[in-house]
T-cell receptor, first 115, second 112 residues
Framework: ETGVTQTPRHLVMGMTNKKSLKCEQH?????MYWYKQSAKKPLELMFV???????ENNSVPSRFSPECPNSSHLFLHLHTLQPEDSALYLC??????????????FGPGTRLTVT | AQSVAQPEDQVNVAEGNPLTVKCTYS??????LFWYVQYPNRGLQFLLK??????LVKGSYGFEAEFNKSQTSFHLKKPSALVSDSALYFC??????????FGAGTTVTVRA
């Protein structure tokens, strides 16, 4: 479980705020992922980075902006969010997005509440 | 595009009884199937996977899953459930590309 860490664990923000979620993996992986988990719905893949390059943007609104400065760190910058964006945001990593797809290691998530 | 369905939102069993969590899948190519478990306030943990080979796959914590190609199913099973198995279980499928598609999850409650 400590292989992938996420901060903060909980975040409450207003619709006009700007905040960032941070993910760090200590597994030597080369691919990192952002997922959105809403109650009673399947996990939604948001972004994929493979060797620091974004390889997937799953039609995510521009108010979510990812950043991957290196293979160990992944950020999700948030601005002018909507209440429906409230969810658990999960970060995951794998060896790489092609060979490791499926065998992903997940962080504990950030519980985001937009007021 | 690939997808999975978990037809049951909730499964309730008594401790010591067999546990089954159902999953059916749809893929256009070769299926790569996975089960993950999520305990309260924790991230998803990998349980087991099917890539190829034996249809019965054994995983962590005494869980196993049976791949059935004709029924396009990949049900998760445990012969004797424990209270500590109470959690949210996700089935996932990966097609020939790298993306995982998850089911909506099944909440398992094991009562003492």
């Amino acid at each position: 479980e400590t292989g992938v860490t996420q901060t903060p664990r909980h975040l409450v923000m207003g619709m006009t705020n700007k905040k960032s979620l941070k993910c760090e993996q200590h597994l030597g992986h080369n691919a990192m992922y952002w997922y959105k988990q809403s109650a009673k719905k399947p996990l939604e893949l948001m972004f994929v980075y493979n060797f620091k390059e974004q390889t997937e943007n799953n039609s995510v609104p521009s108010r979510f902006s990812p950043e991957c400065p290196n293979s160990s760190h992944l950020f999700l910058h948030l601005h002018t969010l909507q209440p429906e964006d409230s969810a658990l945001y999960l970060c995951a990593s794998s060896q790489d997005s092609l060979a490791g797809g499926g065998w992903q290691y997940f962080g504990p998530g950030t519980r985001l509440t937009v007021t | 595009a690939q997808s999975v369905a978990q037809p049951e939102d909730q499964v309730n069993v008594a401790e010591g009884n067999p546990l089954t969590v159902k999953c059916t899948y749809s893929v256009s190519g070769n299926p790569y199937l996975f089960w993950y478990v999520q305990y309260p306030n924790r991230g998803l943990q990998f349980l087991l996977k099917y890539i190829t080979g034996d249809n019965l796959v054994k995983g962590s914590y005494g869980f196993e899953a049976e791949f059935n190609k004709s029924q396009t199913s990949f049900h998760l099973k445990k012969p004797s459930a424990l209270v500590s198995d109470s959690a949210l279980y996700f089935c996932a499928v990966r097609d020939d590309d790298y993306k995982l598609s998850f089911g909506a999850g099944t909440t398992v409650t094991v009562r003492a």
